[in-house]
């Protein structure tokens, strides 16, 4: 299957800072519009991606907001992604032609969401519900809590107001005090502030201590040792080691079982995943999942031209290229706790060496940045692979929040 667009996503935060779904939108290569058969094609795609036959929603409990036009509300392929988790984008004026609007009613009576983008306060007030679920909202200057109170006044009871661009933390907290339901903005690369813990806590000391030891290759008692000052690091990564995200398909009961079936490499994995699920200065939850989803992406890119074994170091870049944010700490300060290989440290300070282009690929991805296509071809990565990486990754990191 030939594609010539690459997706792109930007998470929506509900009010208490979960990630509540992904916004999905379509970047052209070479800036040609998409024809009904490629939007066709490009549905399809993503719900073969998010939609298994056994498992279901491989997303759980994320809604899916794609960027849409009119042509899309009669694919055929929307009936393969479930109803309540899918949202279609529309600007307001499609709904001024009344065939696009019969097409939207039908899609609201099986349960498909639609946030209509662009509609003005007067609108807010009257009746969409046929319509429209999700309105979004667009704040420009600076006030941003004087035009969320008037948004939210003006909205009806049953429409879900979406603002953008949210991009510091202070307007978040107005917008979510006044009562908007979601927002998109570049948060999920922002520490909360006004936690000041900075550095490292006693676990993720004893976590950093254990990432040495296993990249020394230390014998299993001598680690277990460690660990075993802090039950609650065990009980993590065997809970871990069991979750789906693994796939073990054993249950797992010991730390010395977990070394002796995983080896090394997986279980520096998994302790670089503990180091960042156990910050408690810059943790937002979203920063935390765009982390695991960048350390999964920017191994999967990498598997096209790169040596498995290159697997895991891609995986911690892409990991490590958070945790400067989650720890609260520069990230020279971050790599002076650790050695890594200077591969993986040229890739996290300037995006430089074997590994830093997929890295910057990987971010490009969640940023709506018009990069993605450049960066790609520089790998020799075809927009189709970029794609299947992408939403693999986001399923995957699924799995590993859960």
Known sequence: MHQTHFIVREPLLDPKQRVIGYELRWQQRDGQ???????????????????????????????????????????????????????????????????????????????????????DLTLLGKNLSPFASYAEVRFAGADVAAQARAYAAAKQSALRLVGRPVSTWQDFDACAALGLDAFVGKLHLTPRPGNPVKGMNPAQTIILQLMQMVQNNEDVPKIEAVLKRDPALIYKLLRFINSAGFGSGRDIQSLRQAIAMLGYAPLYRWLVLLLATASTSGYSPVLMETAVVRARLCELLGQTYLPRSEGEHLFVAGMFSLLDRLLGLPMKEVLDTIQLPEQVVQALLGRDGVYGPYLALAEACELNSDLVASLAASLDISPLDVNKAHLSALAWAQNVAA
Do not use: C, Y
């Not at 519009?33 to 939007?39: E, I, K, R, S, V």
């Not at 991606?49 to 392929?77: C, I, N, Y």
């Not at 939207?104 to 009576?109: E, G, I, S, T």
């Open 33 to 119: 519009p998409l024809g009904d058969a490629d939007l066709e094609r490009l549905v399809a795609f993503v719900a073969e991606h998010v939609v298994d036959e056994e498992q279901g929603w491989l997303l759980r409990d994320k809604t899916l907001f794609l960027d849409a036009v009119p042509a899309m509300l009669s694919l055929d392929a929307l009936h393969a992604l479930p109803p309540e988790r899918t949202v279609l984008s529309l600007p307001v004026r499609d709904l001024a032609n009344p065939d696009t609007r019969a097409a939207v009613q039908a899609l609201r009576a099986g349960g498909v969401g639609i946030s209509i983008r662009g509609a």
